[in-house]
Nanobody, 116 residues
Framework: QVQLVESGGGLVQAGGSLRLSCAAS????????MAWLRQAPGKERELAAA????????YYADSVKGRFTISRDNAKTTVYLEMNNLKPEDTAVYYC?????????WGQGTQVTVSS
């Protein structure tokens, strides 16, 4: 089973950029559809972006469309979230998740804080 570890979070000013990484260990990473979800304080976890196992298909929430880019490198077993023009409302814990059939795995999360 794949295990996921996120990195790249931090504190950034509004308008700035961050790149999150999610490194996977274990077999069959390239078979997993991957996604980034986020959870702000007092709010429910929401899907920010997703990418198919091949990388051919992506999805973005309206709130991040045009600012965030999800990508994956199956050779490096890593998925990325490039975040540009960050806004204070992007402040949240960002979680990487992978799905393969009925199996879903989660990372521990990484904090992103955007100051105004």
């Amino acid at each position: 089973q794949v295990q996921l570890v996120e990195s790249g979070g931090g504190l950034v000013q509004a308008g700035g950029s961050l790149r999150l990484s999610c490194a996977a260990s274990g077999r069959s990473f390239s078979s997993y559809a991957m996604a980034w979800l986020r959870q702000a304080p007092g709010k429910e976890r929401e899907l920010a972006a997703a990418i198919s196992w091949s990388g051919a298909n992506t999805y973005y929430a309206d709130s991040v469309k045009g600012r965030f880019t999800i990508s994956r490198d199956n050779a490096k077993t890593t998925v990325y979230l490039e975040m540009n023009n960050l806004k204070p409302e992007d402040t949240a814990v960002y979680y990487c998740t992978g799905t393969y059939g009925s199996v879903q795995v989660w990372g521990q999360g990484t904090q992103v804080t955007v100051s105004s």
